[in-house]
């Protein structure tokens, strides 16, 4: 009898509503859905009056997961047309008191080797890797703009008025923008998504301490609520865990990879990706001038179909020297160029222990 294999992920999830926020809504809303070949996690920081930002978040999550596990394709572009269909959703229940009602939204999917990030808004996502945290999103913020532009510095944005005002959130175009970047993962990376009642209020330096610890993603978690409510709890706090347990290929498709100049529009994203192939075109040709000559020249059609398998089976496997080409360049080069946080020297990297609530 054959022992059960090993989940290639393990999760955990938590979502609070701060300290600040008694008797009101939380905002917030995570996922964690486990896969065949990961698994599809996210985050989205609801906005808007009364109950409107609830609303929008839990609708987001709920559409995205309906349509990406309804969805055709390759997983990058079932991703992006699933955020499209959350970002309509949003818009379509805008009325009465949930007009201008949005949502942030980040998800990552597990699939094999590799973990696909699809980011509209000021949520965040870190990459745990042997000690060092890496930040892989940047906010879609009127602040980190600035930065971006060099008007402010990370410390101004920090303590700006108009930290939390964002400038990109489903709900506000028809045509949502979104980034969209995949990268390899392996055994022992650890991934934070998270809302930014948590990255607003914990130093990156403490989530490093804090997600270093070897202690199952649930607990983690709920460290880093803590902390954040330790920090005075000033907004919902949402965070979801990753860690990749095993070791698998990337998948066979490409990686998109991150582009310097942020989010696209969601249709310029998909037309990019699904371009018109070039392959694809040279076996419809080769095609229809076989069967022509065939038909034109009767007494050499078997020579005609032979040269044609020939030339057939020629550009087919060009064409898989060529993908294995590709897949094994993506396997020693990080599909996206990750932004240092900092790194945990230590060998038992725990700090101080925190009271679970």
Known sequence: MQSPQMPLTSSGLLTDIGRQRIGGVNQDAGMALDLPRGGLYAVADGMGGHAAG????????????????????????RLAEAVQAANLAVIRHAVGESVGMGTTLLAILIDGGAALVAHVGDSRAYLLRDNELLRLTDDHSWVAEQVRLGFLTEEEAHEHQWKSVVNNALGGEERVRLELFGLPVKAGDRLLICSDGLSGVVPEPELLRFLSRRDAPETVTRLLVDAANDAGGPDNITAVIV???????????????????????????????????LVTYLILTLVYFTLLGMILIPEHRTLIGLLGLLLLAMIVFLQARVQRGLVAARSTRPAVALKRVGTSLRSDPDPPERKLN
Not at 248 to 258: S, V
């Open 54 to 77: 609830e609303l929008a978040a839990n609708l987001a999550l709920d559409t995205l997961t309906q349509n990406y596990l309804e969805g055709r394709g390759q997983p990058p572009e």
């Open 243 to 277: 860690d990749v347990v095993r070791t698998l290929p990337l998948p066979r498709y490409a990686l998109p990879p991150r582009t310097p100049d942020g989010p696209e529009y969601v249709d310029v994203l998909l037309t990019a990706r699904r371009g018109s192939s």
